[in-house]
């Protein structure tokens, strides 16, 4: 478990799921890609699933072609389901180019709170003992204003600026290696 006084990643449990809920209302029609997340209106079907599907990411069950096994966190702020963070185990060339390691959101109740000064460092180390250790990636498109600020401060070995195709066009990308 790493914490960080206001911020705790956890492995995903049922006693926060009703949390987990919460956040998906707040933020699934608010996030540029939903893969996070999911759809609260359809929260009959998948509240049972949802843990059995992060198993199989995790063991690299059932994945789409192309996806590498990953390992999800809930991001606990007290009692609350804050966020939401998955850390890929490994890198493929489309994950080199845009995915990077780890995508990382937070409820926008919770936004604008400097949090992700927090958040961050946390998913960065979390990251290199899911992976093993070695470089961190964190890609992050250029419209994505919230974000880009957040890795910006977050002190990095190297970072690139590419042209890549994501979420539907191409458009231009940072990519910070930590
Ligand atoms: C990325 C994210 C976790 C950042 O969390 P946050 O709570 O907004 O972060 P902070 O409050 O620390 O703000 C980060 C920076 O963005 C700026 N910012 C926040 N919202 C903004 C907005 N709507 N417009 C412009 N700047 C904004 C803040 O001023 C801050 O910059 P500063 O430190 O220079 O003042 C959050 O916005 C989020 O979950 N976004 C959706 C998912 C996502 O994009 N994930 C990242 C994928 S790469």
């Known amino acids: 478990m790493e914490e960080n006084n206001l911020l705790t990643l956890i ?6 799921l009703e949390s987990f ?4 209302r707040e933020s699934f029609h608010s996030v540029h890609n939903t893969y996070l997340l999911r759809d609260p209106e359809r929260f009959e079907e998948w509240k049972n699933s949802l843990f059995i599907r992060y198993e199989k990411d995790e063991q690299g069950i059932e994945l789409p072609e192309n996806f590498l096994p990953s390992v999800t966190f809930w991001v606990l702020y007290g009692e609350e389901v804050a966020g939401v963070v998955n850390i890929r185990k490994g890198l493929n060339d489309a994950l080199k180019d845009y ?12 936004r604008g709170k400097k949090l992700s000064h927090i958040l961050i460092p946390l998913v ?33 070995k190297k970072v690139e600026r590419a042209i ?4 539907g066009k191409y458009c231009p990308v940072h990519r910070f290696y930590f």
């Open 11 to 16: 492995k995903p449990g049922k006693e926060y």
């Open 124 to 156: 960065i180390a979390k990251t290199k003992e899911v992976g093993a250790g070695g470089e961190v990636l964190m890609t992050c498109t250029d419209n994505n204003i919230p974000s880009l600020s957040a890795l910006k401060k977050i002190p990095a």
């Open 21 to 24: 809920l919460t956040l998906c």
């Open 99 to 110: 995915g990077g390691n780890a995508g990382f959101m937070l409820s926008s109740r919770f």
């Open 164 to 167: 890549t195709w994501a979420d």
